[in-house]
């Protein structure tokens, strides 16, 4: 462990192991199999990278996703590591470099894809040379039942079988049981010791709000709290990441789309840019994230509701890798709430699974109408107890106003039963607020007793109400797809006013004072004081510069974290740069002279 530490300390540039990575490393150095569930930003990598290199041989690293292996190729370079990627991008001249390479022993690490490390070919090869680890990432790839499902992850049991003595680890950010299992028993690793690390991502700052205007509330969002970041923006359909897309762009924003409907240069074209440059929003629907290791991500937006708790942990997750403080911010409405039950409850899928995906639904839903911390609620759904409220989330920092919504609830749900369980919100709505309208004179519901009941309510109040009157499972919506609204059960106590209910007040505007003061002790980039901001700014140019010249983003050559850190500490000398969060040796032999004479530049001018 003492070769593994230093490893730590002078090649990666980092002090010391987090949480359950020395006991990862520990168990792969002794020649054991391990299972290590870390959430994204965990630190992961270094898991499988540094018994890899202390191990004689080479780690093979099984990766389903191209874009990822060469990020991460990149990354270790950038370390003066020795490794390399199998993939199809190779031409057989560079293919052939490689396997000499692997053949001499001269490769720390090599990343490959399934598909092709299961071919005849390269399992021949593997016979051939001396193997340090295999490490099989994004590990829950072998679960039929996720969203990643990856055929070949299931014969990777021939590792096992072929090479009994080479000590394998998998990996995932999967948090549930029941995907941790199936990895065990697919890849038959049942003696593996398994590492489980807390969910909680401290550094990222969970945001909901309900109501209308999801683009306007979004675009403060980002004037306030992130006007030069990098993020991501979810949408459910392509039509509105387009929308949403040019929405932004018009106002100035570099925003991209990313969706299954462009073409597939275009939506490597987007992807590229949003990881070299900066500043650049992605747009898209769930079709993108998996395998972008981007780790200055400051925010991930939602302008629809996800379907499950479990995508919106992931893809909130992909924000602030860096662990950096980074935003996460969602707006839902009355209308996802109904679009989404109606999927649902009209889907053609068998009943078993239709159960699971309702189940899904209403826990998302209940996060999103809880006045509970949010980070509380999210991980006890992962069966984790955080035993204090957070602090970082907005039902901390503002506490939702609950108001008696009682008899308007009665109000609403009277008028769903007088006109005859037959009628969508809109309808509904118009008739409580007693709107001069053909239609409802024509079906005699101006001269029912719930006309214009409600009038002193706006429609938003009522759209609010009703939202939470679904989402609480007070109404329902119609199988038909048509959007009635009916009553349920749940109702007769409320009715019958045996029962009280109370309700979060809707929020005027939700980017409020409160936050933006909050923002100041917190800042959304990287920690960086006003005084040092120039020098943090000319040491981003200088990062760029060196980027562009090797093709390579450029968070691959410092992550903000250690730009900040040296604004902070300005260095004067190559002796103290070694002192920085991710500046080890090879970093200081290749940058140390250029970062120096850009921070003495500033204490110059000081
Ligand atoms: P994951 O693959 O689990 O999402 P990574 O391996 O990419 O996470 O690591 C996330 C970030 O944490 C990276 O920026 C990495 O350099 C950093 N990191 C990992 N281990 C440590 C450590 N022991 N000390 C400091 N930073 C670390
Ligand atoms: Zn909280």
């Given amino acids: 462990m003492e070769r593994a530490l230093e490893l730590l300390r002078k090649t990666f540039g980092y002090a010391e192991f987090r949480q359950n990575q020395a006991d990862i490393i520990h168990t792969l150095m002794q020649g054991n199999d391990a299972l290590a569930l870390m959430p994204t930003g965990g630190g992961k990598s270094l898991c499988y990278q540094i018994p890899a290199i202390c191990r004689p041989g080479t780690g093979i690293i099984i990766s389903p996703l191209i874009a990822l292996m060469q990020d991460q190729v990149s990354a270790l370079k950038q370390l003066g590591i020795s490794c390399a990627f199998i993939n199809s991008t190779l031409d057989r001249e560079q293919q052939r470099e490689i396997e000499r390479a692997l053949l001499n022993d001269e490769l720390d690490l090599l990343y490959i894809a399934p598909e092709r490390l299961l071919n005849d070919y390269t399992l021949n090869l593997l016979d051939r040379c001396k193997i340090a680890l295999f490490a099989i990432d994004e590990a829950h790839c072998v679960s039929q039942w996720g969203h990643d499902f990856r055929p070949e992850y299931q014969r990777l049991t021939i590792l096992h079988q072929r090479f009994a003595d080479v000590p394998r680890i998998a990996l995932t950010a999967t948090a549930d049981e029941a995907t941790r299992n199936e990895i065990k028993s697919q890849l038959d690793l049942h003696n593996a010791k398994t590492f489980i690390s807390s969910f909680d991502r401290e550094n990222i700052r969970y945001h909901i709000i309900d109501g209308q205007n999801g683009l306007d509330q979004l675009w403060q969002f980002l004037q306030q709290e992130h006007p030069r970041d990098a993020g991501i923006v979810y949408c459910l359909s392509r039509k509105k990441v387009e929308k949403t897309a040019e929405w932004l762009t018009a106002r100035g924003r570099i925003a991209l789309p990313y969706h299954a409907g462009l073409s597939d240069s275009l939506r490597q074209h987007h992807q590229a840019r949003f990881l070299r440059d900066e500043e650049v929003i992605i747009v898209?629907?769930?079709?993108?994230?998996?395998?972008?290791?981007?780790?200055?991500?400051?925010?991930?937006?939602?302008?629809?509701?996800?379907?499950?708790?479990?995508?919106?942990?992931?893809?909130?997750?992909?924000?602030?890798?860096?662990?950096?403080?980074?935003n996460t911010w969602m707006n839902y409405g009355l209308q996802d709430v109904i679009s989404l039950r109606q999927m649902v409850s009209s889907s053609e899928a068998a009943e078993n699974y239709k159960r699971v995906s309702i189940h899904k639904l209403e826990a998302m839903l209940g996060l999103c109408e809880s006045g509970q911390c949010r980070r509380q609620t999210l991980l006890a759904y992962f069966g984790e107890i955080l035993d204090e409220p957070c602090g970082n989330c907005d039902n901390c920092l503002s506490p939702p106003e609950l108001w008696d919504a009682s008899e308007a609830a009665r109000k609403a749900l009277s008028c769903v039963y007088r006109c005859g369980q037959k009628f969508g919100v809109n309808y509904l709505i118009d008739v409580l607020r007693g709107k001069d309208d053909d239609r409802i004179q024509r079906n005699g519901h101006d001269q029912q007793s719930t006309f214009a009941i409600g009038a002193d309510f706006s429609v938003s109040q009522w759209r609010n109400l009703f939202r939470q009157l679904i989402a609480l499972g007070y109404l329902e919506v119609d199988h038909e797809g048509f959007g009635a609204l009916l009553l349920t059960e749940k109702c007769r106590?409320?009715?019958?006013?045996?029962?009280?209910?109370?309700?979060?007040?809707?929020?005027?505007?939700?980017?409020?004072?409160?936050?933006?003061?909050?923002?100041?002790?917190?800042?959304?980039?990287?920690?960086?004081?006003?005084?040092?901001?120039?020098?943090?700014?000319?040491?981003?140019?200088?990062?760029?510069?060196?980027?562009?010249?090797?093709?390579?983003?450029?968070?691959?050559?410092?992550?903000?974290?250690?730009?900040?850190?040296?604004?902070?500490?300005?260095?004067?000398?190559?002796?103290?740069?070694?002192?920085?969060?991710?500046?080890?040796q090879h970093k200081l032999d290749h940058y140390g002279d250029r970062v120096i004479e850009v921070v003495r530049s500033h204490i110059l001018s000081l």
Avoid: W
């Fill in 284 to 326: 898209a629907t769930i079709a993108f994230g998996m395998g972008i290791d981007k780790p200055d991500v400051r925010f991930v937006a939602h302008l629809s509701l996800p379907k499950s708790i479990e995508a919106y942990y992931q893809e909130t997750g992909r924000a602030g890798r860096d662990g950096l403080p980074a």
């Fill in 493 to 584: 106590p409320l009715l019958r006013s045996e029962k009280i209910l109370k309700l979060r007040r809707q929020r005027v505007s939700d980017n409020s004072s409160k936050t933006s003061k909050s923002r100041r002790d917190r800042r959304s980039q990287a920690e960086v004081l006003d005084e040092d901001r120039p020098l943090y700014n000319d040491l981003r140019s200088l990062r760029k510069q060196l980027a562009e010249t090797q093709g390579v983003p450029p968070y691959v050559i410092f992550h903000d974290s250690t730009l900040a850190a040296i604004s902070q500490l300005r260095p004067g000398n190559i002796d103290s740069l070694l002192e920085v969060p991710g500046i080890g």
